[in-house]
């Protein structure tokens, strides 16, 4: 079964832990992104690879880090220094080489720090 | 990137069509108009995408006016799980661009 998983679904922290979340895609993209989502907002990204062993910051990057050692995963760390870090937190990928590059998203992984 | 306006939001019968309506007057010739929707705590799923002319897949249709400045999403027949937030985006055509911009979208609302 072809897609990008999120897991795990709902996550709990509490303030000051460093949380890892994960995203896996079997769809041989090259290209994957993280974005998250307040209540009532639309999406902002926070990071992109477009290709393995890089990435790029987006527009809210500061309090997140990530890695892109395998094509197939981009791991998001939200670190304690993010100050605001409860949000729904969607992973998407894409082909990365097309002019009409079509993003497909997982089903998120909603964060609560407590 | 040019701005859409969507209505915030509609309602439709079950089994009827639904038309969600878009309007992007600032778009450009090189941006494309896609169209995704988001079911409550779900992550948004992919509709169809055009550039000019009119396009259907198995989800939807989209209609896009001869001077590309509004676009209407096609649901041919509307079936519950259709109820969801429904967004339409402008992207340049170009493989820089990397980020896709949401905004508030149009909650569709499908009645029994």
């Known amino acids: 079964d072809g897609g990008i998983t999120q897991s795990p679904k709902y996550l709990f922290r509490k303030e000051g832990q460093n949380v890892t979340l994960s995203c896996e895609q079997n769809?041989?993209?090259?290209?994957m992104y993280w974005y998250r989502q307040d209540p009532g907002q639309g999406l902002r990204l926070i990071y992109y690879?477009?290709?393995?062993?890089?990435?790029q910051k987006g527009d809210i990057a500061e309090g997140y880090s990530v890695s892109r050692e395998k094509k197939e995963s981009f791991p998001l760390t939200v670190t304690s220094a993010q100050k605001n870090p409860t949000a729904f937190y969607l992973c998407?990928?894409?082909?990365?080489?097309?002019?009409?590059?079509?993003?497909?998203f997982g089903p998120g992984t909603r964060l609560t720090v407590l | 990137d040019a701005k859409t306006t969507q209505p915030t939001s509609m309602d439709c019968a079950e089994g009827r069509a639904a038309n969600l309506p878009c309007n992007h007057s600032?778009?450009?010739?090189?941006?494309?108009v896609y169209w995704y929707r988001q079911i409550h705590s779900q992550g948004p799923q992919y509709i169809i995408h055009?550039?000019?002319n009119n396009e259907t897949n198995e989800m939807a249709s989209l209609i896009i006016t001869e001077d590309r400045k509004s676009s209407t999403l096609i649901l041919p027949h509307a079936t519950l799980r259709d109820t969801a937030v429904y967004y339409c985006?402008?992207?340049?055509?170009?493989?820089?661009?990397?980020?896709?911009?949401f905004g508030k979208g149009t909650l569709l609302t499908v009645n029994p």
């Open positions: 998407a990928s894409s082909i990365g080489s097309a002019v009409t590059d079509t993003q497909y």
């Open positions: 769809l041989n993209h090259d290209a």
């Open positions: 985006i402008v992207r340049p055509r170009t493989l820089s661009n990397y980020k896709l911009t």
């Open positions: 055009g550039l000019k």
């Open positions: 600032t778009i450009s010739g090189n941006e494309y």
């Open positions: 690879s477009q290709i393995v062993n890089d990435f």
